[in-house]
Protein backbone atom coordinates (compact mmCIF):
# COMPACT_ATOMS: atom_id res chain seq x y z
CA UNK A 1 0.00 0.00 0.00
CA UNK A 2 1.06 3.72 0.06
CA UNK A 3 2.33 4.99 3.02
CA UNK A 4 4.87 7.58 4.40
CA UNK A 5 7.39 7.00 7.29
CA UNK A 6 9.06 9.66 9.04
CA UNK A 7 12.54 10.00 11.55
CA UNK A 8 10.84 10.14 15.17
CA UNK A 9 10.58 12.73 17.15
CA UNK A 10 11.24 14.70 19.01
CA UNK A 11 13.87 16.35 17.34
CA UNK A 12 15.78 19.03 19.84
CA UNK A 13 18.56 21.67 18.69
CA UNK A 14 20.11 24.93 19.71
CA UNK A 15 19.08 27.93 17.55
CA UNK A 16 21.66 28.31 14.33
CA UNK A 17 21.97 24.59 14.09
CA UNK A 18 21.37 22.50 10.54
CA UNK A 19 17.99 20.42 10.79
CA UNK A 20 17.38 17.15 8.53
CA UNK A 21 14.01 15.41 8.96
CA UNK A 22 14.07 12.23 7.23
CA UNK A 23 10.73 11.11 5.12
CA UNK A 24 10.94 8.18 3.08
CA UNK A 25 7.87 6.96 0.47
CA UNK A 26 6.16 4.18 -0.41
CA UNK A 27 4.20 4.30 -3.22
CA UNK A 28 2.59 2.90 -6.52
CA UNK A 29 2.53 5.29 -9.32
CA UNK A 30 4.33 8.91 -9.39
CA UNK A 31 3.27 10.48 -5.94
CA UNK A 32 3.84 14.25 -5.50
CA UNK A 33 5.08 14.82 -1.93
CA UNK A 34 4.49 17.58 0.49
CA UNK A 35 6.15 18.81 3.80
CA UNK A 36 3.05 20.65 6.20
CA UNK A 37 3.64 22.13 9.35
CA UNK A 38 1.67 22.48 12.39
CA UNK A 39 2.17 25.35 14.97
CA UNK A 40 0.82 25.14 18.17
CA UNK A 41 -2.67 25.60 18.56
CA UNK A 42 -3.10 25.88 14.79
CA UNK A 43 -4.18 23.97 11.13
CA UNK A 44 -1.06 22.05 8.81
CA UNK A 45 0.11 24.74 6.81
CA UNK A 46 2.12 23.77 3.42
CA UNK A 47 5.57 24.17 3.58
CA UNK A 48 6.52 23.18 0.10
CA UNK A 49 6.05 20.74 -2.29
CA UNK A 50 7.61 18.86 -5.59
CA UNK A 51 5.65 16.93 -7.53
CA UNK A 52 8.50 14.99 -9.73
CA UNK A 53 10.93 13.69 -9.54
CA UNK A 54 14.29 15.62 -8.47
CA UNK A 55 12.20 18.46 -8.25
CA UNK A 56 13.12 21.03 -5.23
CA UNK A 57 10.78 22.50 -3.18
CA UNK A 58 11.48 25.70 -0.78
CA UNK A 59 9.87 27.69 1.63
CA UNK A 60 11.42 30.23 4.55
CA UNK A 61 14.87 28.77 4.60
CA UNK A 62 13.59 24.62 4.21
CA UNK A 63 14.34 22.85 1.01
CA UNK A 64 13.49 19.27 0.27
CA UNK A 65 14.51 17.43 -2.87
CA UNK A 66 12.01 14.23 -4.75
CA UNK A 67 14.47 11.68 -4.76
CA UNK A 68 12.96 8.81 -6.13
CA UNK A 69 16.09 6.12 -6.65
CA UNK A 70 16.02 6.51 -2.60
CA UNK A 71 11.95 7.48 -2.54
CA UNK A 72 12.92 10.11 0.00
CA UNK A 73 11.74 13.92 0.47
CA UNK A 74 13.93 14.94 3.37
CA UNK A 75 13.69 18.47 4.87
CA UNK A 76 16.51 20.40 5.22
CA UNK A 77 17.63 23.74 6.76
CA UNK A 78 20.86 25.49 7.41
CA UNK A 79 20.28 27.37 10.77
CA UNK A 80 16.74 26.93 12.46
CA UNK A 81 15.42 29.93 14.52
CA UNK A 82 12.97 29.07 17.96
CA UNK A 83 10.14 30.60 15.65
CA UNK A 84 10.32 26.90 13.63
CA UNK A 85 9.16 24.96 16.67
CA UNK A 86 6.12 23.16 15.45
CA UNK A 87 5.28 19.42 14.43
CA UNK A 88 6.63 18.28 10.21
CA UNK A 89 4.42 16.18 8.71
CA UNK A 90 5.62 14.47 4.96
CA UNK A 91 2.66 13.31 2.99
CA UNK A 92 2.57 12.33 -0.67
CA UNK A 93 -0.73 12.45 -2.73
CA UNK A 94 -1.29 10.00 -6.20
CA UNK A 95 -3.88 12.18 -8.05
CA UNK A 96 -1.92 15.80 -7.36
CA UNK A 97 -3.69 17.17 -11.04
CA UNK A 98 -6.95 15.90 -10.24
CA UNK A 99 -7.02 16.27 -6.52
CA UNK A 100 -6.94 13.59 -4.21
CA UNK A 101 -6.21 12.55 -0.79
CA UNK A 102 -3.11 13.01 0.84
CA UNK A 103 -1.45 10.12 3.27
CA UNK A 104 1.00 11.56 6.26
CA UNK A 105 3.69 10.19 8.13
CA UNK A 106 3.50 10.23 11.84
CA UNK A 107 5.04 13.80 12.30
CA UNK A 108 8.30 14.74 13.90
CA UNK A 109 7.92 17.89 16.47
CA UNK A 110 10.90 20.02 16.44
CA UNK A 111 11.90 22.23 19.94
CA UNK A 112 14.35 24.90 19.28
CA UNK A 113 16.30 26.16 22.16
CA UNK A 114 17.79 29.64 22.12
CA UNK B 1 -8.80 35.67 1.92
CA UNK B 2 -10.48 33.59 4.86
CA UNK B 3 -9.84 30.48 5.42
CA UNK B 4 -11.59 27.75 6.34
CA UNK B 5 -13.64 27.75 9.20
CA UNK B 6 -14.46 25.23 11.68
CA UNK B 7 -16.47 25.22 14.97
CA UNK B 8 -16.74 24.16 17.25
CA UNK B 9 -12.76 24.16 18.48
CA UNK B 10 -13.21 22.16 21.28
CA UNK B 11 -15.70 19.39 22.06
CA UNK B 12 -15.92 17.12 24.98
CA UNK B 13 -18.59 14.39 25.49
CA UNK B 14 -18.86 11.27 27.03
CA UNK B 15 -19.28 7.85 25.00
CA UNK B 16 -22.23 6.99 23.59
CA UNK B 17 -23.52 10.68 23.43
CA UNK B 18 -23.55 12.54 19.40
CA UNK B 19 -21.79 15.40 18.61
CA UNK B 20 -21.21 17.37 15.16
CA UNK B 21 -18.60 19.30 13.93
CA UNK B 22 -19.25 22.17 11.12
CA UNK B 23 -16.91 23.27 8.13
CA UNK B 24 -17.15 26.29 6.26
CA UNK B 25 -14.37 26.16 3.35
CA UNK B 26 -12.65 28.55 1.64
CA UNK B 27 -15.01 29.87 -1.28
CA UNK B 28 -15.41 28.83 -4.57
CA UNK B 29 -13.24 25.38 -3.30
CA UNK B 30 -15.16 22.49 -5.20
CA UNK B 31 -13.16 19.64 -3.08
CA UNK B 32 -13.42 19.41 0.85
CA UNK B 33 -11.93 17.50 2.75
CA UNK B 34 -12.68 15.52 6.63
CA UNK B 35 -9.45 14.30 8.37
CA UNK B 36 -9.25 12.41 11.86
CA UNK B 37 -5.77 13.06 13.96
CA UNK B 38 -5.04 10.76 16.64
CA UNK B 39 -2.73 11.99 19.26
CA UNK B 40 0.98 11.11 17.80
CA UNK B 41 -0.34 10.60 14.21
CA UNK B 42 -0.30 11.85 10.98
CA UNK B 43 -4.26 13.07 9.83
CA UNK B 44 -5.79 10.40 8.14
CA UNK B 45 -8.51 11.16 5.47
CA UNK B 46 -12.77 10.18 6.74
CA UNK B 47 -14.49 11.30 3.48
CA UNK B 48 -13.68 13.86 0.35
CA UNK B 49 -16.61 15.67 -0.99
CA UNK B 50 -16.01 17.06 -5.08
CA UNK B 51 -19.18 19.86 -4.66
CA UNK B 52 -21.44 17.96 -2.81
CA UNK B 53 -20.61 13.74 -4.32
CA UNK B 54 -18.77 11.76 -2.33
CA UNK B 55 -15.69 10.93 -3.75
CA UNK B 56 -14.06 8.50 -1.02
CA UNK B 57 -15.47 7.30 2.11
CA UNK B 58 -13.74 4.08 2.11
CA UNK B 59 -12.24 4.69 5.56
CA UNK B 60 -15.36 6.33 6.91
CA UNK B 61 -16.53 4.14 9.99
CA UNK B 62 -20.25 4.50 8.42
CA UNK B 63 -22.05 2.83 11.46
CA UNK B 64 -21.61 5.49 13.16
CA UNK B 65 -20.03 8.58 11.63
CA UNK B 66 -22.09 10.12 8.79
CA UNK B 67 -21.28 13.47 6.43
CA UNK B 68 -23.11 15.59 4.54
CA UNK B 69 -22.02 19.06 2.51
CA UNK B 70 -25.38 20.42 1.23
CA UNK B 71 -25.37 22.97 -1.78
CA UNK B 72 -21.58 22.12 -2.27
CA UNK B 73 -20.84 24.61 0.24
CA UNK B 74 -20.29 23.75 4.13
CA UNK B 75 -20.26 20.71 5.69
CA UNK B 76 -20.89 18.72 8.63
CA UNK B 77 -19.13 15.40 10.34
CA UNK B 78 -21.69 13.69 12.62
CA UNK B 79 -20.39 10.93 15.17
CA UNK B 80 -23.53 8.49 16.88
CA UNK B 81 -22.72 7.22 18.75
CA UNK B 82 -19.38 8.73 20.18
CA UNK B 83 -16.74 6.14 21.52
CA UNK B 84 -13.57 6.55 23.34
CA UNK B 85 -11.31 5.99 20.76
CA UNK B 86 -12.74 8.70 18.56
CA UNK B 87 -10.74 11.38 20.68
CA UNK B 88 -8.85 13.18 18.08
CA UNK B 89 -8.89 16.01 16.16
CA UNK B 90 -11.09 16.72 12.71
CA UNK B 91 -9.65 18.31 10.35
CA UNK B 92 -11.42 19.99 7.62
CA UNK B 93 -9.63 20.92 4.33
CA UNK B 94 -10.33 22.52 1.18
CA UNK B 95 -8.86 22.73 -2.33
CA UNK B 96 -9.17 24.47 -5.50
CA UNK B 97 -7.11 23.51 -8.76
CA UNK B 98 -4.80 26.78 -10.12
CA UNK B 99 -2.50 26.14 -12.87
CA UNK B 100 -3.21 22.32 -13.31
CA UNK B 101 -2.45 21.90 -9.95
CA UNK B 102 -4.72 21.57 -6.44
CA UNK B 103 -3.44 22.45 -3.10
CA UNK B 104 -5.08 21.73 0.37
CA UNK B 105 -5.87 24.16 2.86
CA UNK B 106 -6.42 23.10 6.42
CA UNK B 107 -8.83 24.46 9.18
CA UNK B 108 -7.78 24.97 12.93
CA UNK B 109 -9.55 21.78 13.67
CA UNK B 110 -11.91 20.30 15.80
CA UNK B 111 -10.35 18.57 19.06
CA UNK B 112 -12.71 16.01 20.68
CA UNK B 113 -12.44 13.90 23.84
CA UNK B 114 -14.81 11.28 24.47
CA UNK B 115 -14.98 10.18 28.18
Known amino acids: GNSVTQMEGPVTLSEEAFLTINCTYTATGYPSLFWYVQYPGEGLQLLLKATKADDKGSNKGFEATYRKETTSFHLEKGSVQVSDSAVYFCALTLIYNQGGKLIFGQGTELSVKP | EAGVAQSPRYKIIEKRQSVAFWCNPI?????LYWYQQILGQGPKLLIQ????????DSQLPKDRFSAERLKGVDSTLKIQPAKLEDSAVYLCASSIRTSGQETQYFGPGTRLLVL
Open chain 2, 27 to 31: SGHAT
Open chain 2, 49 to 56: FQNNGVVD
